[in-house]
């Protein structure tokens, strides 16, 4: 479960002069929700889940991961934490010189996991013992992952091609599968595909159904497409002018006549 608490971002533009793009925002968030944070332009949308992984840190307020509250973690704790919460963007963001197969396993290479020393004792007697050490993935571990996302997102036969030879949609696969590649509990989808056109759009949302579904990964989608919300969400939250104006499940919220807000985004008034 996410929990945030309070939440304000605040940039400096002048001196002595600030901006508030997240005032005091509060929003629980369930294992296994897909939910839809949505706004104007200027809200604070993106801002909110930059806040979510500590792209862009608080100014003040909490965000507890299951209880822990990433926002007072530095360094390797934060860095651990991060593996937690995989991300895709609106521009795919791959690395152009790597094929498929080595931009999803381009996160794996640099992850560490937990090796024991000595069989049959449990995780946590080990934990308490303090016998356990890091290892980097062997290769075979690796390809093993890989093929096993390929699966997933239906991109088999494209394991050695170049993303420049992929169309929108096969980039947008291969970025979903880099974001899971380290079985993370949380996906941040930041205007995931409003690069895309409405047919591949669709497959897409299909996609990241079936895996919430077979994962039980936690999907936050940031959009201005109401549509899409609509087709995937099952609950949502509304922004506007940096706070939260009506958080539930999306039918209720979409169905809320007496608010401004949300019949403007419903009849187009996003850019």
Do not use: W
């Not at 604070?44 to 889940?49: A, N, R, V």
């Not at 609950?235 to 919220?253: C, F, H, M, P, Q």
């Amino acid at each position: 479960m996410i929990e945030v608490k309070q939440l304000t971002k605040e940039f400096s533009i002048a001196k002595n002069k600030k901006l508030t793009v997240l005032n005091d925002v509060n929003l629980v968030i369930e294992d296994g929700d897909i939910f839809g944070i949505i706004g104007m332009s200027g809200a604070g949308k993106s801002t909110f889940i930059r806040c979510l992984n500590l792209l862009e840190r608080p100014t003040r307020g909490s965000i507890l991961i299951e209880g822990v509250d990433i926002t007072k973690k530095k360094g390797r704790e934060l860095l651990s934490l991060r593996k937690q919460i995989g991300m895709i963007f609106q521009n795919f963001n791959l690395l152009m010189q790597k094929n498929v197969s080595k931009n999803i396993a381009f996160g794996l290479e640099i992850t560490r996991v937990k090796d024991y020393k000595i069989p049959g004792i449990s995780d946590e007697d080990y934990k308490k013992l303090g016998f356990f050490k890091k290892r980097s993935l062997k290769k075979k571990e690796i390809g093993r992952r890989v093929d096993e996302l390929l699966k997933l997102v239906d991109l088999e036969e494209k394991k050695y091609e170049y993303p420049s030879k992929l169309s929108g949609g096969q980039r947008q696969r291969v970025a979903i599968a880099r974001a899971l590649a380290t079985n993370p509990s949380i996906l941040l989808c930041d205007e995931a595909t409003s690069a895309l056109d409405s047919r591949t759009t669709e497959s897409i949302l299909k996609l990241l159904k079936r895996i919430n579904e077979e994962t039980k990964v936690t999907i936050i989608m940031i959009t201005h497409e109401m549509n899409v919300v609509q087709k995937i969400c099952n609950k949502v939250a509304v922004l506007d002018k940096s706070e939260i104006v009506a958080s539930g499940y999306t039918r209720e919220v979409f169905s809320d006549t007496s608010s401004e807000i949300v019949a403007q985004l419903l009849g187009g008034g996003e850019e």
